[in-house]
């Protein structure tokens, strides 16, 4: 570990040494757990931000093939739509039926 020095307000120090009392941890445990969610909560953000900024990066292109058509020939079954199951039907279908 490296030490380090850190200035904190008179409310945040009594603040500080009262939880390090009810929770039976040292300030410095505390502390380093405040400063590990605080990174981790900014690279999820900055994870985030990436991605929005990703999102729809190819909308306007137009040399890329149809997904949506590719997808469909990849399906192991058709595309179906769930109805009342009637009686007397298999409950593993569900009721489904293929779209037609």
């Given amino acids: 570990m490296v030490r380090t020095q850190v ?6 120090c009594n603040a500080l040494a009262a939880l390090a009392e009810a929770t039976g941890k040292k300030q410095s445990e505390l502390i380093r757990e405040a400063v590990d969610r605080f990174i981790e909560q900014s690279s ?7 991605l929005d ?3 729809g990066m190819w909308a306007d292109r137009t040399d ?3 997904f949506r058509a590719l997808r ?7 595309l179906t739509r ?6 007397g039907s298999s409950p593993a279908t569900g009721g489904a039926r293929p779209i037609q």
């Fill in 7 to 12: 200035y904190l307000t008179k409310i945040e």
């Fill in 44 to 50: 999820l953000k900055r994870r985030d931000r990436v």
């Fill in 53 to 55: 900024r990703a999102a």
């Fill in 64 to 66: 890329l093939p149809d």
């Fill in 72 to 78: 469909t020939e990849w399906d192991r079954f058709p």
């Fill in 82 to 87: 769930h109805v009342d199951t009637p009686a």
